[in-house]
């Protein structure tokens, strides 16, 4: 019996409570992806897709959140781990199949389950690997990027006016091939390491305004268009870097691999 008294008391002193604002972050961008589900089932999947966007920009912000208010914890990097399961497996999946992947009967599902798993393990993989890559690349699509791809498909066929592509190939097609890249060992750049409170070139401004302004004139094409760019940026990068490496003789100029960091970064996850 005193025991188990003192194994509780060990207990409550290890865990001693949650940080609030971080979490609560987290809190949005779980029920953006609850919002999401919801729409889709009463077919309103442009609303799903724009609450599934705003569960990406929630999530980008809990981890930088408590990275800056040093408020970090394994408790947030888990409770971010399953709301990234749902705002960007589940969400993104179930409003696919309802959208698009019916008429496909066992081969929709399929691709909808695949893509739900195979971020499952991706987020699953992130957390294992972390303190282990460069901090600059991800290992693998993003399970945000890939939820934010179909999500811009969406709004995408909204802005050419196809409401409900039923049977489109392409669709299927673009989840089996993101539902690859989130488990594959392809590189993508991570944005990590952008330094934002230090001084740019004038036309790096230039450019980031020009970029804003077109996206805000006409977001749903755009939006598109680059994140189909950042998915297929990161085979693109990969087939140039072994196509360089094969053309250049042993021993000039080769490109050591990414150093190894040490340490585990518990800043809430936010970009597995």
């Given at each position: 019996?005193?025991?188990?008294?003192k194994r509780?008391?060990k207990?409550?002193?290890r865990?001693?409570?949650?940080y609030?604002?971080?979490?609560?972050?987290?809190?949005?961008?779980?029920f953006?992806g609850f919002?999401a589900?919801?729409?889709?089932m009463?077919g309103?999947?442009?609303?799903?897709?724009w609450a599934?966007?705003?569960?990406?920009?929630l999530?980008?912000?809990?981890?930088?959140v408590?990275?800056m208010?040093?408020t970090?914890?394994?408790?947030?990097v888990?409770?971010?781990?399953?709301?990234?399961?749902v705002?960007f497996g589940?969400?993104?999946?179930i409003m696919?199949?309802?959208?698009a992947l019916?008429?496909?009967k066992?081969f929709?599902w399929?691709?909808a389950?695949l893509?739900v798993?195979?971020g499952?393990?991706?987020l699953?993989?992130f957390?294992?690997?972390?303190g282990?890559f460069?901090?600059?690349?991800f290992?693998?699509?993003?399970i945000?990027?890939a939820a934010?791809?179909v999500?811009?498909s969406?709004?995408f066929?909204?802005?050419?006016g196809?409401m409900a592509p039923q049977?489109s190939?392409f669709?299927?097609g673009m989840?089996?091939?993101?539902?690859?890249?989130?488990?594959?060992n392809?590189?993508?750049?991570?944005?990590k390491?952008?330094?934002?409170f230090r001084r740019?070139p004038f036309?790096?401004?230039?450019g980031?305004?020009?970029?804003?302004?077109?996206?805000a004139a006409?977001?749903?094409i755009?939006?598109?268009v680059?994140?189909a760019?950042?998915?297929?940026?990161?085979?693109?990068?990969t087939?140039?870097?072994?196509?360089?490496e094969a053309?250049?003789?042993?021993?000039e100029g080769?490109?050591?691999?990414?150093k190894?960091?040490?340490g585990l970064?518990l800043?809430g996850?936010?970009e597995?």
């Amino acid at each position: 019996m005193s025991f188990r008294r003192k194994r509780k008391k060990k207990d409550r002193r290890r865990f001693r409570g949650v940080y609030l604002l971080p979490n609560l972050i987290t809190t949005g961008s779980l029920f953006a992806g609850f919002y999401a589900i919801v729409a889709s089932m009463d077919g309103r999947f442009y609303a799903a897709a724009w609450a599934i966007l705003i569960a990406m920009i929630l999530d980008g912000l809990d981890g930088r959140v408590a990275r800056m208010t040093k408020t970090t914890s394994g408790f947030g990097v888990q409770y971010d781990s399953l709301a990234d399961l749902v705002a960007f497996g589940v969400a993104p999946g179930i409003m696919t199949y309802l959208w698009a992947l019916k008429d496909f009967k066992q081969f929709g599902w399929a691709a909808a389950f695949l893509f739900v798993v195979c971020g499952a393990l991706r987020l699953a993989r992130f957390n294992v690997q972390q303190g282990s890559f460069d901090p600059r690349y991800f290992n693998g699509l993003p399970i945000p990027a890939a939820a934010v791809m179909v999500a811009a498909s969406v709004a995408f066929y909204h802005e050419l006016g196809e409401m409900a592509p039923q049977g489109s190939r392409f669709i299927l097609g673009m989840m089996y091939v993101l539902s690859f890249l989130m488990v594959s060992n392809i590189k993508y750049i991570s944005f990590k390491k952008v330094e934002l409170f230090r001084r740019h070139p004038f036309h790096t401004l230039v450019g980031l305004v020009l970029i804003f302004v077109a996206v805000a004139a006409v977001p749903n094409i755009l939006g598109f268009v680059l994140m189909a760019a950042y998915v297929a940026s990161g085979p693109i990068s990969t087939f140039m870097y072994h196509r360089r490496e094969a053309l250049t003789p042993k021993g000039e100029g080769e490109t050591p691999p990414p150093k190894l960091t040490e340490g585990l970064d518990l800043g809430g996850g936010g970009e597995a």
